[in-house]
């Protein structure tokens, strides 16, 4: 039995996130830059200071580093939990050692914000908001209990007190600032992926459809000579059989198995060669076909082609998946806001293709029509339906059909009908990239893949 395929919606279940190895490597980073610096500022600048506990707190690091390198294998990947530990860990180890040298008056305090930068890119908000409250407070103490930085001759380096309380604040507003950016665009990039995984589930759904849709087309092309000819030779054989009943009855079941292969053809999806005439289609025919699934749903959708164009120069187009899945999800849309009418126009000049999509219901709420397009927009009304419970709209949908359509080379608008007159959307292309090539042989029907 086929395993289900997983949503991407689904909330995310909790699972390993960071490689312990990688976080041992930033380690053993941040412990050559300690060490640097503290030999430094002995032997250059000549400070006085605890080497010997400033050593031991790196040592502590160097210890917890080898533990781990030897106890955990090296493609372990740490929990939540664990991650939030060994990030703790290295703040504080960070926070004993500025309180070793200087506290707010070491340049090297800004070095705090490290920590939380790391949990909102890789651990949920709630890590994230206690790191930043703890980062705050040690940095808060730091400002009053501190060991105080001396040279050689025993004089004491300090800042004034205005610089080092804008070193304070500097510090609070950049764990702020950088948690809340790092969270937030994190958030986005995941949230992109999600919806982008959906679209790519989509089109795949979607090519799926057009390979199985065209099974009488296709498969009566392929069988539709031999089935007549067998249901031709057994009428012939049934009427010259009239002396012989068990024979003739023979003959009769031989041309009503012939008509059930008819009409099991009529009813199955494609199969075996995809027939290459059901690739290109009149652009009318196109549209309709991308709307049918939703003409039945109590609302009229009245369709426009052409405006007085000559019919005959209407294009030829391709009948790909993803312009076919994304003008279908924006009739959805139009249809599910829509009060009574649905109406599609259709232009085509030489040079462009333009369809227009338009509902009578209430538009889109003009402070959204800027982020129409974004996946997880959660609602296009001002207020949820009551016909609809539970439907969260303008969303994933709209930015399936916009992703895939801009892919096809379209151009897309969204904006509301003058004095109230609901939605109107606006899909532009030029007429090359959706026309289909000219061409006086289509080749040979390929077999499907799949």
Partial sequence: MTEPSPDPLAPRPARPLIRLRTLILLRWWAIVGQASALLVAER???LDLEMGLCFLVIGVSVASNLVAGFVFSETKRLSEPDTLLVVLFDMLQLALLLYLTGGMNNPFSILIVGPVTVSASALSG???LFLGVTAITIVTLLTRFYL????????????PEVFRFGNWVAIVIAVVFLGVYSRRIVQEMRAMSDALQATQMALAREQKLTDLGGVVAAAAHELGT????IKLTSSELAEELHDRPELREDALLIRAQANRCRDILRSMGRAGKDDLHLRRAPLTALVEEA???????GK???FDHGGGADPMSQPIVLRRPEVIHGLRNLVQNAVDFARETVSVETRWTGARITLRIMDDGRGFPPDMIARIGEPFIRRRAP???PRRPGYEGMGLGLFIAKTLLERSGADLTFANGAGGGGALVEVSWPRAALEAPDSPSLGENRPIAG
Avoid: M, W
């Fill in 44 to 46: 250059v600048y000549h």
């Fill in 126 to 128: 709630r890590a994230t």
């Fill in 148 to 159: 105080p930085l001396r040279t050689e001759g025993g004089v004491v380096l300090t800042v």
């Fill in 226 to 229: 031999p089935l007549a000819t």
């Fill in 291 to 297: 709307a049918e699934p939703h003409v039945g749903r």
């Fill in 300 to 302: 009229t959708i009245r």
């Fill in 383 to 385: 207020a949820p339906d």
